[in-house]
């Protein structure tokens, strides 16, 4: 803990700070004065936090704390681990919850800073569903979403163009090394020149022709790479006609036997089918899936809950499912059988939603099913575009067969052949083996006659001394290659070094001087240095003694000083708490000694006192208001539902109407229509 609160009062009195702490003061701060640091701290982090808390409510400066504490995804270090625990700590100022905070922020102030600039663009903005429903807002949403979408990316282009930076002397030492590069290529230019012209008799023709003969190499090279694009772009031509051709053989066949009104039939059924499924399949899915995602998102907000909140939870759902189910069995109690006379049109209607849904999502399947019959066909016919079409036709066929048949014939006689080669085979591999038997045997007897000569192993030695042979003859090859190599290199440094001499012939004609006076100069010069060392050993040998005591005499001074400022810092805060009691004091003895007028100050207990009276005031009149919202919640609950059914119904209305204005207008233009059309008598 000391470690940390050292680190906290070293970042707290340098830049961009500048407080004046040690750690006895900043240990013994106020809770609100400590607060105020934290506000501080957060100030730097996001300037839009910049404030004096005095002017704020504890509650808000609680909440706006938290809010960016958790987009700064600060984890707290509580003891019982409960967000609760630290937020109350928060309120109070208690140091155990403000001091690690402080610890964290000024450890990652830099990240910090770029997390909260990015959370300002990329924190979204939460809007309820129902209000998605309208298209202008669902737009709007899209719009901002695709924005953040793009800030992201332009985000990431710039920090990668920053760390992709290079420093000057990278640059620099590069464009000495390619310099230097470019020297070397000069040199070796100029060498290669002088080569040609000391060796070829027309220089220039020469370099033209191979100029030339460059040129032409490129253009073939080019007119071979336009060859094999355009060979591919025919390939792909046909095949792409082969496919138009059969596509239009397809819908050929397809459309044979139909008529006009057939084909608009069916494009009004499908039409019927897509208007269905765009209009009340998908945005029932849509909202299904939203409202899935809102529930999950507000559980993945919400803390982890423990095994008494999902009791709780569960005895909540069950009560209300009971709730539900009274409510059910009171309305069917009240109902007449002859009352609603619409419940068998409303059973009906639910019958053949359900038949359209279900019908809907057959007719999905069955078009992901068409569509990757066709993807597997199309595959099909691209793998069949590269064969011969020829073979199809009957001309194509029988000479198919004759092909068939000829390479039949010549397949037997290959085999034939083939028999022949490995019967052949066989019989050199039986000879190969009566020859390697032979040898051996041979190797055996000659191994036998050297043992009785004396002379055993003469002819593996013989063969060994034959192969070193062979092997020395390359070696010398080698050699004379090597050795001639080195001649003319040897002749190249020699002539190269003749050259440097011509050179710097006049430069060590000048050096000669400068080199005695440098000996000169330097025989001084250490003489001097000999004289100097003495002298610094003999200063040094006086000056110790005085050097420890001095260390000493600054050790005790230091240690005096930091004890002062111990007390001083002790006085301070006794001398502040005595100010505070005496305060107190003469607060609690004020109402008998001040005189008649005068305003009477509070007093903390009576402050907290008066607080303490407030807040349970307005408790109990919370609790007043959450027993009447309870009391009212189902006849509010019931008359939403009669509202909402209102609404449905005068919506319905609504459109009907319109559908009967927008057919009247149709009549009543075409009658107008049919007045134009006809003929009159004219008098």
């Not at 470019?182 to 020149?193: D, E, F, G, P, W």
């Not at 590269?386 to 014939?409: N, T």
């Not at 110790?544 to 001083?568: F, I």
Request: proline letters at 3%; hydrophobic letters at 35%; aromatic letters at 4%.
């Amino acid at each position: 803990m000391s470690q940390e609160i050292k680190f906290i009062v070293e970042q707290l009195n340098g830049e961009p700070f500048r407080k004046k702490y040690n750690m006895i003061s900043f240990s013994s701060l106020e809770p609100l004065t400590l607060l105020q640091v934290l506000n501080d701290v957060l100030a730097e982090i996001d300037s839009r936090h910049t404030m004096d808390l005095r002017d704020e409510a504890p509650e808000d400066t609680a909440v706006r704390m938290l809010a960016f504490l958790r987009v700064l995804k600060y984890k707290p270090r509580t003891d019982q681990g409960s967000l609760n625990t630290f937020r109350l700590g928060l309120v109070q100022g208690d140091k155990s919850v403000i001091h690690p905070a402080i610890h964290w922020l000024l450890q990652k102030l830099p990240d910090l800073k770029k997390r909260a600039y990015l959370a300002r663009f990329l924190v979204k903005v939460e809007v309820p569903i129902e209000f998605l429903q309208d298209d202008g807002v669902q737009a709007s949403f899209t719009m901002y979403e695709e924005l953040l979408e793009e800030f992201k990316e332009s985000h990431k282009e710039v920090e990668k163009l920053k760390s992709a930076g290079r420093s000057a002397g990278d640059v620099r030492n590069d464009v000495a090394q390619m310099e230097d590069e470019r020297r070397q290529i000069k040199a070796r230019i100029a060498r290669q020149r002088k080569k040609v012209q000391d060796n070829v008799p027309n220089p220039e023709a020469a370099v033209a022709s191979a100029r030339g003969y460059r040129k032409e190499q490129e253009r073939e090279k080019e007119l071979a790479e336009q060859k094999v694009d355009q060979k591919n772009q025919l390939l792909h031509i046909d095949q792409k006609l082969n496919r138009m051709r059969q596509q239009l053989r397809d819908l050929q066949q397809s459309n044979m036997g139909s008529t006009a009104e057939g084909l608009i039939k069916q494009l009004e059924e499908e039409n019927v089918a897509m208007a269905f499924t765009v209009k009340e399949k998908l945005p029932k899915e849509l909202a299904s899936q939203r409202q899935l995602r809102d529930i999950l998102k507000r559980v993945a907000d919400e803390p982890a809950p423990s095994e008494e909140d999902l009791e709780a939870l569960e005895t909540k759902v069950q009560k209300t499912n009971e709730a539900c189910q009274k409510l059910y069995e009171l309305r069917m109690e009240k109902q007449k059988p002859g009352d609603d006379k619409l419940s068998l049109y409303r059973q009906q209607a639910a019958v053949v939603g359900r038949k359209k849904a279900t019908a809907a999502s057959v007719l999905g399947e069955r078009r992901e099913e068409v569509s990757a019959l066709e993807a597997e066909l199309q595959e099909k016919r691209g793998r069949f575009d590269g064969l011969d079409k020829s073979v199809l036709e009957p001309d194509g066929m029988e000479a198919l067969l004759r092909r068939v048949k000829q390479d039949h014939d010549l397949m037997r006689t290959k085999k034939r052949e083939l028999e022949a080669v490995q019967a052949e085979n066989g019989v050199k591999e039986r000879t190969l083996d009566l020859v390697i038997e032979q040898e051996q045997e041979l190797k055996e007897q000659l191994q036998e006659w050297e043992e009785e000569h004396g002379v055993s192993g003469f002819m593996d030695t013989q063969a060994k001394m034959e192969k070193v042979a062979s092997k020395k003859t390359k070696i010398d090859e080698k050699k004379e290659k090597m050795l001639g190599d080195m001649s003319a290199l040897v002749l190249e440094m020699n002539k190269f070094a003749t050259d440097k001499k011509a050179v710097l012939g006049p430069l060590l004609a000048e050096m000669r001087p400068l080199r005695q006076k440098f000996t000169e100069l330097q025989t001084r010069r250490q003489s001097a240095k000999t004289i100097y060392d003495k002298e610094k050993a003999g200063l040094n040998s006086k000056l110790a003694p005085e050097e420890q005591e001095m260390r000493s005499l600054w050790h005790g001074l230091v240690q005096h000083k930091n004890r002062v400022d111990t007390l001083e810092a002790s006085v301070t805060s006794m001398t502040q708490q005595l100010s505070r009691a005496q305060q107190e004091l003469k607060l609690y003895t004020a109402g008998v000694h001040e005189p008649q007028g005068e305003e009477k100050k509070t007093t903390f207990r009576e402050f907290h006192q008066k607080t303490m009276r407030d807040l349970e005031a307005d408790s109990k009149e919370l609790k007043q208001q959450q027993k009447g919202v309870r009391n009212d919640h189902e006849s509010n609950v019931m008359q939403m539902g009669l509202w909402k059914d209102l609404h449905a119904l005068m919506t319905a209305k609504k459109e009907s109407f319109k559908k009967h204005e927008e057919e009247r207008q149709q009549q009543v233009a075409q009658e107008q229509k049919m007045l134009e059309n006809e003929d009159r008598l004219v008098i």
